[in-house]
């Protein structure tokens, strides 16, 4: 049964930092294409950024330059480093990875405040 855990979110002022971490069970990161989503309150989903099975990375316009995403192939972990953060990323980030379906954690909520 494939998992996926995300955890890392918390309460950062405007302009802090937060590391993101996705871990998997009964999937291995290395061969799927893994991405991170976030929701807003009283707002759609909405793609931040992805991590190809080659590596290769994409992000949304509105967070590029403030995000990294990451791969751990020891530990099968997938990370979200983000910086500068404004009040409008307050959201619930999920991980999602794409293995025959798609699959989705729980989520991990960022609270960006002063």
């Known amino acids: 049964q494939v998992q996926l855990v995300e955890s890392g979110g918390g309460l950062v002022q405007p302009g802090g930092s937060l590391r993101l971490s996705c871990a998997a069970s009964?999937?291995?990161?290395?061969?799927?294409?893994t991405a991170w989503y976030r929701q807003a309150p009283g707002k759609s989903r909405e793609f931040v950024a992805t991590?190809?099975?080659?590596?290769?990375?994409n992000y949304a316009d509105s967070m590029k330059g403030r995000v990294t995403i990451s791969r751990d192939k020891s530990n099968n972990m997938v990370f979200l480093q983000m910086n500068n953060l404004k009040f409008e990323d307050t959201a619930v980030y999920y991980c999602y990875a794409s293995w025959g379906m798609g699959y989705w954690g729980k989520g991990t909520l960022v609270t960006v405040s002063s």
């Open positions: 991590i190809t099975r080659a590596g290769r990375t």
């Open positions: 009964g999937m291995v990161f290395e061969f799927v294409d």
